[in-house]
């Protein structure tokens, strides 16, 4: 099993976490290539840097089709170009919050997010309204660090555990969800926190999520519906070589 994991940005100052997390996630026999972009942002955090990242990760996820990989991940919360790019290859393509958020509302009724910038928050809204569970959805919360700035674990894993704690006693939260793929390995330290403060909740790891979504996929043999993601009419484009 191949599996292609594409950082929708240009820097690579989270390759080798990446590499480290979805070798630690990845089942037996599992083989992962890490690429970024060499187009578009160096973050995702608001609709313009998804519109640029966009073009990019549809070319890439095109060469992984056709380079023999058996699926591909966008490693980003945000799910920037999964829908487009189901319509254009016939390998199944997971981002962050799908398989997240579809996996915690199999966990608890109360859904909660806690992510990194007010900006993404409308964006992370209207992705839950088009799968038809904004209303399992009851908070969305932000730590205030830009993704570039994760880098400093001590402050996040402190601001995710504060902001967990408000998520469940001021909005109701039964399951929280990490709001972004630069948060790796956090998820066992909030939960283990969270416990020890009176909470046993689960704590979704975004990353740990999508590989084991798309791993299910290829051993089972599926992909995306051709009836919801049709092959794009045959016309003219200028676009990447």
């Known amino acids: 099993m191949r599996i292609k994991v594409i950082v929708p940005i240009t820097s690579a100052v989270f390759n080798e976490e990446v590499r480290r997390e979805f070798g630690a996630y990845a089942g037996a026999g599992v083989e992962f290539d890490v690429e970024n972009l060499d187009y578009g942002p160096a973050s995702i955090e608001s609709e313009f840097d998804e519109a640029l990242a966009v073009p990019d990760i549809l070319n890439k996820v095109q060469k992984a089709a056709q380079n023999g990989f058996d699926g591909v991940i966008i490693d980003c919360f945000g799910d920037p170009g999964v829908k487009p790019a189901r319509e254009l290859v016939d390998i199944p393509v997971y981002g962050g919050f799908e398989p997240s958020i579809l996996l915690a509302a199999g966990l608890g009724q109360h859904l909660g997010i806690v992510t990194v910038l007010p900006n993404v928050v409308p964006m992370l809204e209207d992705l839950a309204s088009k799968l038809g569970i904004a209303g399992r959805l009851v908070s969305i919360r932000c730590v205030d660090i ?19 704690l408000e998520a469940i006693r001021k909005d109701g939260v039964h399951v929280l969800i990490l709001g972004c793929t630069g948060m790796m390995g956090m998820a066992m330290n909030l939960h283990k926190r969270l416990k020890e403060t009176g909470y046993d909740i689960p704590v979704i790891d975004p990353v740990f999520a999508a590989m084991k979504m798309l791993e299910s996929c290829i051993a089972m043999g599926v992909k995306h519906s051709r009836l919801t993601y049709m092959t794009p009419p045959d016309k003219p484009r200028k676009w990447w070589e």
């Open 146 to 164: 830009p993704v570039l700035e994760l880098g400093n674990r001590d402050k996040l894993e402190n601001a995710l555990y504060q902001q967990g």
